[in-house]
């Protein structure tokens, strides 16, 4: 029972910050393997995705009523997002991670200064591309971090978020309602993989998310409330967390 409402609090928690901007896995996926020491990596990280994927449909849901989605460039951006998942965790299983491993706090390091350094970014919302460019440019956003996300994975939503912002002219809050929807196909073809191979705890998924969805609506609702301004500042601290973790995992590793 103990075991349980650790997780659900961790859920809780990694809904928020999901809806806000991403990276609730920093939050549960470290939370699973504390309480769960001796469970399969692979049922770990397939039970946070079940739980987690129901969160981010929810922030989805509560983005699209308030805010104007490009639906006509995201529904083929979060069909190649799902393809480029899929082939992402089909390639892990050839080739090493170790390199991807060391390059990432730099990567994150780099848009964290980026982001910084460019005050106005991601602060008004002024898309570049109308029509089939801006579902080009989307698509191949969704296939590089789909394929990103199926290969490692930490960071997926900060990197939709940013790409969106800085390749799409989207403020950070239409860049996080569009980052979403790309988010929960790529989470949903990973739960396919790691679902036929009986990686998940599909009992302690479900009440885990229970508590995604109820910390993602008040995530979602405080940004939709508060604008693009506490996007971008979450961003940063999301980003900033997520150098520290990977930088750590890099030396350990």
């Not at 002219?169 to 929960?184: I, P, Q, R, T, V």
């Amino acid at each position: 029972m103990w075991e349980m409402v650790t997780v659900a609090l961790a859920a809780l928690a990694a809904g928020f910050v999901d809806a806000v901007v991403g990276g609730g896995g920093l939050i549960l996926v470290p939370a699973l393997f504390s309480t769960f020491p001796n469970a399969a990596a692979a049922t770990l990280f397939g039970t946070n995705k079940a739980a987690a994927i129901w969160g981010t449909a929810w922030a989805t849901h509560q983005y699209a009523q308030r805010v104007r989605m490009p639906w006509g460039a995201l529904l083929p951006a979060a069909c190649a997002a799902g393809l480029g998942s899929l082939a992402g965790a089909w390639t892990v299983t050839l080739v090493s991670t170790a390199g991807l491993r060391r390059a990432l706090p730099l990567v994150l390091l780099a848009v964290l200064i980026y982001t910084l350094l460019k005050k106005d970014l991601g602060r008004e919302h002024a898309p570049l591309y109308e029509g089939r460019r801006e579902a080009f440019v989307a698509s191949i956003i969704g296939l590089v971090i789909g394929f990103y996300d199926g290969f490692f994975g930490p960071g997926t939503g900060s990197f939709f978020v940013f790409l969106f912002v800085r390749l799409m002219g989207y403020d950070f809050l239409h860049a996080s309602a569009s980052a979403k929807l790309l988010n929960m196909s790529t989470n949903a073809a990973a739960i396919v993989l790691f679902g036929l191979k009986g990686h998940v705890w599909w009992h302690l998924a479900l009440v885990m998310a229970v508590a995604n969805v109820l910390g993602s609506v008040v995530g979602a609702r405080m940004a939709l409330a508060r604008g693009s301004g506490f996007v971008r500042a979450m961003f940063v601290v999301v980003v900033g967390a997520l150098i520290v973790k990977t930088g750590a995992d890099a030396l350990l590793h």
